[in-house]
């Protein structure tokens, strides 16, 4: 069964930072764009990030820009989000969710991790 | 940024047909997206490309998207369906999502 399985979240204080990771596995991972998508506690679903399989483009939503880095290492068939300056609404769970190779619908959800930002 | 809007709660009785409408600026452009979550789950994609059911979606859900405005049907609703919808779209190679609308069947 094809899978992704976050990792990595946790409690930290507002200005603080958390490096969550994925795990793929029984698809090809390097072939495909690859998403993290969080949902704060009670709210909707936000698009936070994306990558090309060979990770040479990079795309991000506004709120995060220049704090938050996506990164993969398809060797490792992983998936990173280091997330820098937190901030209390970051608070949320984060699902790596796979993007499908012709539609780029988010075929593919993992499970998610929580990071939870307070003091 | 590009933005799109659903109602936040739709009710339904069971049996009956649901609609689900999302809106955007000229969203008949974009292909567009609808998943399902339910309490406590993951997201699961039910319709893709406007119109396109993954394997494993039933019949009953059906989408459409024309002008500003794309449609989540459910013929014959079940109490099963009760969920979470969200619709999605790309823009300018960022995701957007719409804020969601609970299904109720009663």
């Known amino acids: 069964e094809v899978q992704l399985v976050e990792s990595g979240g946790g409690l930290v204080q507002p200005g603080g930072s958390l490096r969550l990771s994925c795990a793929a596995s029984?698809?090809?991972?390097?072939?495909?764009?690859m998403s993290w998508v969080r949902q704060a506690p009670g709210k909707g679903l936000e698009w936070v990030a994306n990558i090309k399989p060979d990770g040479s483009e990079i795309h991000y939503v506004d709120s995060v820009k220049g704090r938050f880095f996506i990164s993969r290492d398809n060797a490792k068939n992983s998936l990173y989000l280091q997330m820098n300056s937190l901030r209390v609404e970051d608070t949320a769970v984060y699902f790596c969710?796979?993007?499908?190779?012709?539609?780029?619908?988010?075929?593919?959800w993992g499970q998610g991790t929580v990071g939870i930002v307070s003091s | 940024s590009y933005e799109l809007t659903q109602p936040p709660s739709v009710s339904v009785s069971p049996g009956q047909t649901a609609s689900i409408t999302c809106s955007g600026d000229?969203?008949?452009?974009?292909?567009v997206c609808w998943y399902q979550q339910k309490p406590g789950q993951s997201p699961v994609l039910v319709i893709y490309q406007d119109t396109k059911r993954p394997s494993g979606i039933p019949e009953r859900f059906s989408g459409s998207n024309s002008g500003n405005t794309a449609t989540l049907t459910i013929s014959g609703t079940q109490a099963m369906e009760e969920a979470d919808y969200y619709c999605q779209a790309w823009a300018s190679g960022t995701g957007v999502f719409g804020g969601g609308t609970k299904l109720t069947v009663l």
């Open positions: 029984r698809f090809t991972f390097s072939n495909y764009w």
């Open positions: 969710v796979r993007q499908d190779w012709g539609s780029w619908a988010f075929d593919i």
């Open positions: 000229k969203l008949g452009d974009k292909y």
